[in-house]
């Protein structure tokens, strides 16, 4: 007997990363399933570019990522007043749009866009047109919520992707350009070269609130490209986001609060320093996938479990944090990241892979400080920080 349209198995809601790829999973790995994914907006996926380095991921997830890949680049650079440097890690990309098509072609009809969730519970999902739609399993992938029981600086950015007039001569991503007026907190210019006249260009502070001024960050976008000389012919696309950096909190409490199947940015889970979530999202993927039993129970304690180890297994990077929202003055932070970049490459791989060994994070903290002692010394404890700032 066929099952109404209202009826399935797997309920995702959110066609962002952490969605789409447990839907991705589950159509690949157990295809008997009935996966319905919502997505509120136009397309799955909306407006984004979404990055990691190779070294973030095991060997078993790139395997089943490589297809999503818009772009690999065997090296990168990074650019500070009194340092720069080339390092020999390649570097990911995911455009949302083709990611959009990979979603969309496993799911076929089940993928459904424009349908905002109201409401939902352990086995229903009401649509904001009122309809109802049940599942054993419902998943919440909506992107971070709001509360008070963590404690969050923000990095905010807004990019055009461009094509150019003449050739850039980038050979690589910029993952960092610090050379620039450090404004609304440490400011840094991110650019990946797509071909040789196309670049996403993207302007990015970590800043104490969440506020985007949009116009604003145009201006200085704007203002950067004429700096380097680069004129555009085409702008393609913007895209713009505000991402949680993790300074400290409570993340039994964070899990009262959220009753629900939680995943991605929802769960806590990406890298505190770098707010990147691929790594995490596609791990819980196969995780969800595998679970032998699949309820919105099992995957509510899955998802948790996973989000208090990386939590409790973080807690040395939201130290770092700390050091660098509340000890450093907003227009020197660049100084903390400056000197990392020092490093060995092999140390500032397992750094970014969120795998800092004890000797590594000894060798971070060795020798001058680029923050004041007396104020790194104060943000050490967690509990330095206390509140959330939105302005």
């Known amino acids: 007997?066929?099952?109404?349209?209202?009826?399935?198995?797997?309920?995702?809601?959110?066609?962002?990363?952490?969605?789409?790829?447990?839907?991705?999973?589950?159509?690949?790995?157990?295809?008997?399933?009935?996966?319905?994914?919502?997505?509120?907006?136009?397309?799955?996926?909306?407006?984004?570019?979404?990055?990691?380095?190779?070294?973030?991921?095991?060997?078993?997830?790139?395997?089943?990522?490589?297809?999503?890949?818009?772009?690999?680049?065997?090296?990168?650079?990074?650019?500070?007043?009194?340092?720069?440097?080339?390092?020999?890690?390649?570097?990911?990309?995911?455009?949302?749009?083709?990611?959009?098509?990979?979603?969309?072609?496993?799911?076929?009809?089940?993928?459904?866009?424009?349908?905002?969730?109201?409401?939902?519970?352990?086995?229903?999902?009401?649509?904001?047109?009122?309809?109802?739609?049940?599942?054993?399993?419902?998943?919440?992938?909506?992107?971070?919520?709001?509360?008070?029981?963590?404690?969050?600086?923000?990095?905010?950015?807004?990019?055009?992707?461009?094509?150019?007039?003449?050739?850039?001569?980038?050979?690589?991503?910029?993952?960092?350009?610090?050379t620039v007026d450090q404004l609304d907190g440490y400011r840094f210019l991110y650019v990946l070269p797509f071909s040789d006249t196309r670049l996403l260009i993207e302007d990015t502070r970590y800043s104490d609130g969440e506020s985007l001024d949009r116009d604003q960050i145009r201006e200085d976008l704007t203002a950067y490209i004429r700096q380097q000389g680069w004129s555009i012919r085409d702008l393609l696309r913007e895209e713009h986001g505000v991402l949680p950096i993790a300074l400290g909190g409570d993340i039994d409490r964070w899990w009262r609060e959220t009753p629900t199947a939680a995943v991605g940015l929802r769960a806590a889970l990406f890298h505190p320093v770098t707010g990147y979530s691929l790594p995490d999202a596609a791990r819980l993927a196969d995780e969800v996938a595998a679970l032998s039993e699949l309820t919105t129970e099992s995957v509510r304690t899955l998802v948790e479990a996973r989000s208090k180890a990386a939590w409790n297994e973080r807690r040395y990077f939201r130290m770092l944090n700390r050091m660098l929202f509340r000890a450093s003055a907003p227009e020197k932070r660049y100084r903390v990241m400056e000197r990392f970049y020092r490093l060995p490459q092999p140390l500032i791989e397992r750094f970014y892979a969120a795998r800092a060994s004890l000797a590594d994070k000894a060798r971070i903290l060795i020798g001058k400080p680029p923050v004041p002692i007396g104020a790194a010394l104060a943000s050490l404890p967690e509990s330095s920080v206390t509140k959330r700032t939105t302005a």
Do not use: N
Request: charged letters at 20%.
């Open 1 to 178: 007997m066929d099952r109404p349209e209202t009826d399935f198995d797997v309920i995702i809601a959110g066609g962002g990363l952490a969605g789409g790829l447990i839907a991705l999973r589950l159509a690949a790995r157990r295809p008997e399933l009935r996966v319905l994914i919502l997505e509120a907006g136009p397309v799955l996926g909306g407006v984004h570019t979404w990055c990691c380095f190779e070294t973030d991921l095991p060997p078993d997830i790139r395997h089943w990522i490589a297809p999503l890949l818009s772009h690999r680049w065997p090296q990168y650079e990074v650019r500070f007043p009194a340092h720069a440097r080339s390092l020999t890690t390649p570097y990911l990309s995911i455009a949302s749009g083709h990611f959009a098509v990979e979603v969309a072609e496993a799911l076929g009809a089940r993928a459904w866009t424009g349908s905002p969730v109201a409401d939902l519970d352990h086995g229903r999902v009401v649509l904001a047109d009122q309809r109802v739609l049940t599942a054993r399993t419902v998943i919440d992938a909506r992107g971070p919520a709001a509360g008070d029981a963590l404690v969050m600086g923000w990095q905010k950015f807004l990019g055009h992707e461009v094509e150019l007039s003449e050739p850039h001569g980038l050979t690589g991503p910029i993952v960092m350009d610090a």
